[in-house]
């Protein structure tokens, strides 16, 4: 279960990355048509549909790699027992914070699908289809919290501590920035 959770974790920044590749693609082509005087007036929404797909299938890498922002000054201050309850503490809350997003992100989207809204855009496309990265990627963030929950109530350490503390040991503190 583990590699399998690993590799998913990982395919989520992959796509999150091809979609940022697409929005420069897009971006560098809408200007270069501009300039032949093509209207490209649709691109400003899928590029939207991009961002939001490329922010939300790569939050459960970011989350799991340590590429959250986390204010640990409590944490870093504390003894390890009362850090570890802390860390519990906050990885329960964020379980249930983004459980209730990816439920009603979902529902939402399901929504959308039933009754067939349309984008208002330039482009009519079902909305739902732009609305299933939000959905699949808000799930994609609670599996990865919980992952990290189970893993520290069985006294482990939290993935995304030991990636910056490898990161920080390879001389890498260019995410600290």
Request: overall charge neutral; some cysteine.
């Amino acid at each position: 279960m583990r590699r399998f959770l690993d590799r998913l974790y990982y395919a989520c920044g992959a796509i999150g990355a091809v979609f940022v590749a697409l929005i420069c693609v897009l971006m560098v082509a809408q200007s270069v048509l501009r300039e032949l005087g093509v209207r490209t007036g649709a691109v400003n929404d899928v590029v939207a549909w991009f961002c939001a797909a490329a922010s939300f299938f790569a939050m459960a890498h970011a989350f799991k790699h340590g590429d959250f922002v986390r204010v640990t000054l409590l944490l870093e201050s504390v003894s390890p027992k009362v850090r570890r309850v802390l860390e519990i503490a906050c990885l329960f809350i964020g379980a249930v914070a983004v459980g209730y997003l990816a439920y009603w992100a979902n529902r939402f989207t399901y929504d959308s699908w039933r009754f067939n809204e349309v984008a208002q855009g330039l482009l009519p496309l079902p909305i739902w289809i732009p609305q299933a990265s939000f959905a699949l990627g808000s799930i994609l963030l609670f599996v990865a919290i919980v992952d990290e929950l189970i893993i520290v109530l069985r006294g482990g350490r939290p993935t995304f501590v030991v990636a910056v503390e490898e990161r920080h040991a390879h001389g890498d503190f260019s995410s600290d920035v």
